[in-house]
């Protein structure tokens, strides 16, 4: 085909490097039309009495696709950044544009297969392919020792065999060059105003991490530099005085501006330069977690959630406001620990897994609130938030995970150990 021109639609994959998806579309073309859509979707109140995406998520979002933006243009191009449901727009940029076929990464939660069953069954209509791309995670559907069907639901099993028997591929260069469609009107990103948010909502100033392709990269870094003694040191207590470390790159893997793969590389590299030490470990070893729960999604989709009646225990939690509830979100439990890490998820859209353990430990076995508007409203408040990871991790606080037995990922009496020798004292938080 003459001038053979393919839509990259951009998801949670706001990147250059090791981007599968557009360099195939690069190979395959002569000119790509790059969009985004800003789903208001995301943006909308769920019965939770929550948003789906708050205030510093949407900003870090935003500072994402923008740094996308500026990448595409000093290679004289640009990304079409458009307000709206994909479905609502994809016939006429197709038709506008002269699209011979559409690509984009393939998401496992169901509102966003969702999405691309409705775009899919649109584009079937004009006769144009949706190809699918899998670039989320460090391995490879195709590179697992085992068919999708037959991944382990226990993750220690998935670990060992996966470790042993399968190999996490090279990363894909980011493109030197790229022809982009012509286009006089490239859009502009929303302000946070006008996804939704109240004027005191668009004063973010707390988050703990600035979006975009190039800040990821400059935070890995940072973080494997000198055997990663800048951030051991910068992470060597937590609130309970325990040594602890964080990688704090889940904001970047999320949105796709670094690639789980990329981090493994480098993190292979740093190893041999520095020699092995805990804090590389524990990086591998969330990816691998994300991975797990990436995977069980695509495995069980809802049915991961080994909870009798769910929809009802739902509609039973959500049925009136639970003060309980209410004062755990605003970090007024009484219990410092508690209350510390929830003002400083509220402030910065992040707290580390030790600390999401225990927060939800308290709100599912000692509040007894259902895990469900715990984990809605996680969803709203950390930057990080990715369906699978988020909505596994408590559902194995909660006891209702496939893989709610394993010690590896979740020990409920430690936890309970730490609330319980952790000083009740909120007078100082409030």
């Keep these: ?3 053979r021109k393919i839509l990259v639609w951009f998801r949670n994959d706001l990147r250059l490097h090791d981007n599968e998806m557009l360099v195939e579309a690069i190979a395959k073309s002569d000119t790509i039309l790059p969009v985004y859509f800003f789903d208001p979707r995301y943006f909308e109140s769920t019965r939770f009495n929550t948003v789906k995406t708050g205030a510093l998520t949407a900003q870090f979002l935003i500072e994402s696709v923008l740094a996308l933006r500026a990448t595409f243009q000093k290679m004289g191009g640009d990304i079409l950044l458009i307000h709206g449901r994909p479905e609502d727009h994809i016939k006429e940029l197709v038709e506008q544009f002269d699209i011979a076929e559409v690509y984009h990464h393939r998401e496992v939660g169901p ?3 969702v999405i691309s069953g409705h775009v899919e069954d649109l584009l079937w209509t004009l006769k144009i ?3 699918h791309f899998i670039g989320h995670t460090l391995y490879n559907k195709e590179d697992l020792p085992f068919p999708i069907k037959d991944i382990p639901d226990v993750f220690v099993q998935f670990k060992k065999k996966t470790e042993r028997d399968a190999i996490v591929k090279s990363c894909f260069l980011s493109p030197e060059y790229i022809s982009f469609v012509e286009n006089e009107d490239w859009g502009t990103a929303p302000s946070l105003n006008e996804l939704g948010f109240s004027v005191d909502e668009t004063r973010v100033s707390g988050k703990y991490a600035v979006g975009g392709e190039d800040a990821g990269l400059k935070h890995l870094e940072l973080l494997l530099a000198s ?5 051991q040191k910068a992470n060597t207590k937590t609130t309970v005085d325990k040594p602890g470390f964080s990688s704090r790159l889940s904001a970047w893997l999320t949105f796709g501006c670094l690639s789980p793969r990329k981090v493994y590389w480098e993190v292979k590299k740093a190893e041999s330069e520095f020699g092995g030490n805990p804090n590389f470990n524990q990086i591998l070893l969330g990816l691998l977690w994300r991975d797990y729960f990436r995977f069980m999604f695509k495995k069980h989709g809802i049915a991961f959630f080994q909870e009798d009646d769910l929809e009802s225990a739902i509609a039973e939690a959500t049925a009136v406001l639970n003060p309980a509830l209410e ?3 605003v970090g007024l439990t009484g219990n410092s620990i508690v209350d510390k ?3 400083d998820l509220n402030a910065t859209g992040f707290i580390p897994h030790a600390g999401r353990l225990l927060v939800a430990t308290y709100l599912v076995h000692v509040l007894k609130v259902h895990w469900v508007c715990g984990a809605a409203y996680f969803e709203e408040k950390m930057i990080d938030y990715a369906a699978a990871s988020n909505w596994g991790n408590w559902a194995s606080v909660a006891g209702v995970g496939k893989d709610s037995k394993s010690k590896n990922g979740f020990d409920l009496n430690k936890q309970i150990k730490i609330l319980d020798d952790a ?5 100082s938080l409030v």
């Design 1 to 3: 085909m003459k001038n």
């Design 111 to 113: 509102e966003e297969t």
């Design 129 to 131: 392919n949706l190809r």
């Design 227 to 231: 055997g990663s003694d800048i951030y």
């Design 327 to 329: 004062k755990w979100k």
């Design 341 to 343: 890490y929830m003002h």
């Design 423 to 427: 000083i009740p004292d909120s007078t």
